[in-house]
């Protein structure tokens, strides 16, 4: 044993001594440079910090970044170099987002307190303040660079509004959605209210020659023929048909004319029975109407079929809104395709609401909203939505001079496209003065007359207009 520990030391000294010797030897093939440079290493990585000067720049920038200092921009960065896309709002850019947040907010409040169309203004007040924040970038179109390849995606909001709103998509698919929750049948039992519903259109003509006449009144306001036209269909108090022909016709005024007739819509309990009163006596709102006849099932499959083969041979630029409108109504009359109607009824037009409402809160850039011509759109749609109502109570009036069963005029309201909060009103209003009174079915058929209506509008529109 003694001997073996003798062996076992002797070779580890003589391991020791071979491993030093091979460190002399790499000491000495290093060249006497990358020696003082390995020296040196820890002092050069140490003037790689940031000095006092550049903290402070970089604490600047971020500053720059904040929504803070965008409220406080007088121009927008992205139109620097570009008059044509200068602000022409009274306001300074980052104060006009300012602004643009609070109406954002007003929209919310009526949503969600009041609940004035919710469903609607819920998104479309949301996609209004992610719109107006300073630098989120939302609703930004991609950066390209000379050959056209991305450098930048764009924000969300402008994929969703080109792929939906700017395509014609979406109030396609919400008409479908419309057809399947609407029952045509008070329309079929009595046709005659067909001719309120068409009576209430009156007044996206009357908006539409009052946008021209103001052009040469009121300094600051130069609608075109395409802007009136999109302006006049407000009138009809549908939401996805003024988007379809304000995005055909004109999509810069496509936020204001989307709030306002979403807005008039929401307003309906409030706008309409002051008119209806003006207009009517108490005798005529105590009007009494016979009962309804049973429509067959028959009739309600044949009559989205019969309309949309008519609407192809006398009217095919209304067809798009017409037929999808059809479409989603046969599915719900055939019986057989409850999973279709229900699909367009619930799922698809929930799905499609919540996008169509973020594409539009999305134009409600401040730039383009606080503007002379934005405030005309305004005042514009609602003398519209006004002679509509007005006009669907006094062709009521006039049909009674000839009708032996007579109409209570407080249901050419409802001629309206607003479904079926108008007919709704109609029948409010009706109740106030005979409790025992109920008008509600009734105005249900000048109320979805006046959705045909307003579509067969638009097609005429955008035929004269732009198509």
């Known amino acids: 044993m003694t001997h073996f520990k003798r062996w076992a030391l002797a070779a ?46 970089r604490i600047k920038n971020l500053w720059y970044d904040t929504g803070i200092y965008g409220f406080l921009l007088k121009e927008d960065p992205a139109a620097a170099g570009d008059p044509s896309k200068t602000s022409k709002t009274v306001l300074p850019f980052g104060a006009g987002q300012f602004v643009m947040i609070f109406v954002c907010l007003i929209l919310l409040y009526l949503a969600i307190v009041k609940e004035f169309e919710p469903l609607l203004l819920i998104p479309i007040g949301f996609g209004g303040l992610l719109s107006n924040l300073p630098f989120a970038g939302l609703n930004s179109p991609p950066v390209l660079d000379a050959a056209g390849q991305v450098l930048e995606p764009g924000g969300f909001l402008y994929y969703i509004f080109n792929a939906g709103v700017n395509t014609g998509i979406f109030p396609i698919l919400i008409f479908m959605g419309v057809g399947a929750m609407t029952d045509f049948g008070p329309l079929i039992a009595n046709p005659r209210t067909a001719m309120l519903g068409a009576a209430a259109q009156f007044g996206i003509f009357f908006a539409l020659i009052g946008a021209l006449v103001l052009n040469d009144f009121v300094p600051g306001l130069n609608y075109t023929l395409r802007e009136a036209a999109s302006i006049g269909i407000i009138g009809g108090a549908d939401g996805p048909t003024a988007i379809w022909l304000t995005t055909k016709l004109a999509p810069d005024i496509l936020g204001a004319v989307a709030v306002a007739a979403y807005s008039y819509m929401a307003l309906v309990p409030i706008i309409q029975p002051p008119l209806m009163k003006l207009c009517t006596t108490e005798k005529e709102r105590r009007i009494r109407m016979k009962q309804m006849r049973h429509v067959s099932k028959l009739e309600k499959v044949v009559f989205p079929l019969v309309l949309v083969i008519l609407c192809g041979l006398f009217l095919p630029s209304a067809v798009p809104l017409i037929g999808a409108l059809m479409i989603g109504n046969l599915a719900r009359e055939s019986g057989v395709a409850d999973r279709l109607s229900d699909t367009m009824a619930n799922a698809l037009i929930n799905i499609v609401t919540i996008l169509l409402g973020l594409s539009v809160g999305s134009k409600l850039a401040a730039e383009k909203f606080l503007t002379a011509q934005t405030l005309g759109i305004l005042f514009l749609g609602l003398f519209a939505f006004a002679v509509g109502t007005v006009g669907g109570v006094l062709m009521a009036r006039v049909m009674n001079i000839f009708l032996k069963d007579k109409i209570n005029p407080l249901i050419g309201s409802a001629g309206v496209s607003a479904v079926p909060m108008a007919a709704r009103v109609s029948n409010k209003v009706g109740l106030e003065s005979d409790p025992t009174n109920y008008l509600l079915m009734h105005a249900m058929g000048p109320n979805v007359s006046g959705v045909i209506g307003s579509a067969v509008v638009a097609g005429v529109l955008y035929k004269l207009c732009g198509g």
């Open 12 to 57: 580890l000294l003589l391991v020791s001594a071979g491993a030093a010797r091979a460190q002399m030897e790499t000491d000495e093939a290093t060249p006497v440079a990358a020696q003082e440079a390995a020296a040196v290493q820890p002092a050069a990585r140490n003037t790689d910090a940031p000095t006092v000067a550049e903290r402070i720049s």
